[in-house]
Nanobody, 123 residues
């Protein structure tokens, strides 16, 4: 059974940083592209960035370029999302997901999802 568990969310002030984790079981994260998405209340799920099997990062949201980075620890079978200079508009539920056929900005291309972790950016 494949399971993804996100953690690391919470309340942070504008300009602050958080590191989200996506721990997987039942699947090797090295074998699939891993994307991070977020969804704010009343909005569609938004693709942020993705890490391919080759460890190449692809950004889908201009708003996070230069502030967010994605990395993978193969030994821990965990992918991380480092978020710096957070803004109030970054308040959302954040999800990780895996795609068998490679990175994509479309949530429909991802087959396994975590339950999400809430990030709130507020003073």
């Amino acid at each position: 059974q494949v399971q993804f568990v996100e953690s690391g969310g919470g309340l942070v002030q504008p300009g602050g940083s958080l590191r989200l984790s996506c721990a997987a079981s039942g699947i090797a994260l090295d074998s699939e592209a891993i994307g991070w998405f977020r969804q704010a209340p009343g909005k569609e799920r938004e693709g942020l960035l993705c890490l391919g099997v080759s460890r190449r990062s692809t950004y889908y949201a201009d708003s996070v370029k230069g502030r967010f980075t994605i990395t993978r620890n193969s030994a821990r079978n965990t992918v991380y999302l480092q978020m710096n200079s957070l803004k109030p508009e970054g308040t959302a539920m954040y999800y990780c997901a895996s795609a068998y056929y490679g990175c994509s900005s479309s949530p429909s291309q991802y087959r396994y999802w975590g339950q999400g972790t809430q990030v709130t950016v507020s003073s």
